[in-house]
């Protein structure tokens, strides 16, 4: 099949009958037509659940293991693997090798389009290589087409070394099947055509997010990153966050400010040693000790 017939079967690529008129409108027009057209993103994904539920999953398991999460894509797809993928670490308190995005087209083409980068299957599988990726992690493609050669080359690879491979994209499933046949999760929001013909950064890309949103928060809820809703593995880098942190203690720990930032002291900066501390009366070692026999979840501690 060639790429001119490829093209023709994906959704995303096809003319949107609603806007087809967006060329004459107004400004307020314009935006209110590109709403009506978002409203049904948060559907399309709802459809996508159960699928999204197995990645995480999947995800959550490798960490446990000591496994990674690796997100493969290239333009604006890439772009938001880069921002799930840097977002965790401060958010969860997790090393960055943990989740890493891969790029076609390297650091550079996070800032800038590098033509043609997406359409090199030998550094799509390079990619995976010079990693190191393992059996143990989960390499999740990301291509709104779904039929990305740097995308499908990197997890064809994946599949070789026997890592569980995911691809998000959003076109039918059926159709993305037969680009990605050996891939073990495929999750496929049906957007629809984009308002304007081919810009896969709008529809696509919003669907897109959310699902990596998902996908990295229910792996860090299920691994105890979060007491309750709380996210509470936070790295305290910078001003903000330490006062988060205080924040946080002071209303999960029933304390005051000042007794709050003692603990947290006591605790050598770390907001769950300190939470175990106030919720259970333990020592600094003994609440490390109970968050390690625990894999680090704080209600398994205070539930004894």
Not at 16 to 35: H, Y
Not at 115 to 122: C, P
Not at 266 to 281: I, P, R, Y
Request: proline share 3%; aromatic share 4%.
């Amino acid at each position: 099949m060639t790429l001119f017939d490829q093209l023709a079967l994906l959704s995303t690529e096809s003319v949107n009958p609603r806007t087809t008129d967006i060329d004459v409108l107004s400004a307020r027009e314009i935006v209110e037509l590109l709403n009506a057209e978002d409203a049904g993103v948060h559907l399309a994904v709802h459809a996508e659940l159960d699928h999204i539920a197995r990645a995480a999953q999947a995800a959550a398991t490798a960490f446990r293991a000591g496994g990674r999460l690796f997100y493969v894509g290239a333009g604006t797809s890439g772009r938001l693997g880069v921002v799930d993928a840097s977002e965790c670490p401060p958010t969860y308190g997790v090393p960055p090798t943990m989740v890493q995005a891969i790029m076609a087209g390297g650091p550079d083409a996070v800032f800038q389009s590098v033509e043609g980068a997406e359409d090199s299957r030998e550094a799509g599988s390079k990619a995976i290589r010079e990693r190191g990726v393992q059996v143990t992690d989960v390499v999740c493609g990301i291509a709104a087409s779904g039929r990305t050669p740097f995308v499908l080359a990197a997890l064809e690879e994946a599949h070789r070394l026997g890592c569980v491979t995911v691809l998000v994209s959003t076109n039918d499933r059926a159709t993305v099947r037969g680009f990605a046949p050996d891939v073990d999760v495929l999750i496929c929001p049906l957007v629809g055509p984009e308002a304007i013909t081919g810009s896969t950064r709008m529809k696509s890309g919003t669907a897109q997010k959310m699902v990596l949103n998902m996908i990295t928060t229910t792996a860090m809820v299920l691994i105890g990153k979060t007491y309750g809703n709380v996210m509470v593995d936070l790295q305290l880098t910078n001003e903000k966050l330490r006062e988060r942190a205080k924040r946080i203690v002071m209303t999960i720990g029933n304390m005051t400010y000042d007794d709050a930032t003692l603990l947290l002291d006591a605790a050598g900066g770390h907001v769950k040693t300190a939470l175990v501390m106030a919720l259970t009366g333990r020592n600094r070692e003994e609440s490390e000790e109970e968050l390690k026999r625990s894999q680090g979840h704080i209600r398994r501690v205070t539930s004894d």
